[in-house]
């Protein structure tokens, strides 16, 4: 295995090194602790690239954005609960998220072989935020389906996903002409991509490029979070 050699610093613009693809691809061929331990060495230089090439990230978020802080997923899995008893993941993770509670939504990064992709959005919103956004899509649809249906947003992510209930919440209409909106749990938009597109020195330039294209969705939604059914803010008076 020669992912050492391929592991080299970048002066300019940060990258994803090669080498990541061929580690995780050999992790997830050998998920065990003895495999890992003896090659914990080039996992750990792995990890430095990757959170320098994240900082990076993070520094031209807050250009255009209030982010206060990104976090880095650790790669040992929580098997307690898990029927896969794998120990490791078998990708990098990081997330960055918005100022609260003025701000809502957050952004995400997933490196893995053959299976990356940037995600934005609402993942698990709390009890409450779900409660409030339902009750806005059941009262006026309309400005929320515009926004998600804009050119910037259709060209950078595609369509809205997330799961949702296979019927309506309890306490609505299921013959609501919006309940495709109503029953979901998640508000998410991700996109995917090829090794290649990771590899590639506009990967930052990707990154920031989708990531400006989804404010106006964090804009309404964060507009939606911190007001009342009325239009009154909910924020804490300073």
Not at 37 to 47: P, Q, S, W
Request: net charge neutral; glycine share 4%; charged share 35%.
């Amino acid at each position: 295995m020669y992912i050492y050699e391929s592991i080299k610093s970048n002066n300019e613009m940060k990258t994803i090194p090669e080498a990541i693809f061929q580690f995780l691809e050999e992790l997830n061929q050998n998920n065990n602790r003895d495999w890992f331990t003896e090659h914990k060495k080039c996992f750990k230089e792995l990890e430095k690239e990757v959170k320098q090439f994240n900082d990076e990230v993070l520094t031209g978020l807050r250009v255009h954005d209030d982010v206060d802080k990104m976090k880095m997923f650790r790669i040992y899995r929580d098997v307690r609960f898990s029927k896969n008893k794998a120990p490791y993941k078998t990708n990098f993770g990081c997330s960055f998220h918005r100022v609260k509670p003025k701000l809502r939504g957050g952004y995400y990064i997933h490196i893995e072989n053959n299976g990356s992709f940037l995600g934005a959005g609402f993942w698990n919103p709390e009890k409450d935020d779900l409660m409030r956004i339902r009750k806005e899509l059941e009262l006026d649809a309309e400005e929320f389906k515009e926004v998600i249906a804009t050119e910037e947003i259709k060209k950078y992510w595609g369509e809205l996903e997330g799961e949702e209930l296979k019927t309506a919440p309890k306490g609505f209409d299921k013959q609501h002409k919006d309940i495709s909106l109503i029953r979901k749990k998640q508000f998410m938009f991700v996109k995917k991509l090829d090794n290649k597109e990771v590899l590639s020195p506009k990967f930052q330039e990707t990154i920031e490029d989708s990531f400006k294209a989804i404010r106006p969705f964090f804009n309404l939604m964060s507009e939606i979070l911190t007001t009342d059914l009325n239009g009154e803010s909910m924020l804490p008076d300073n």
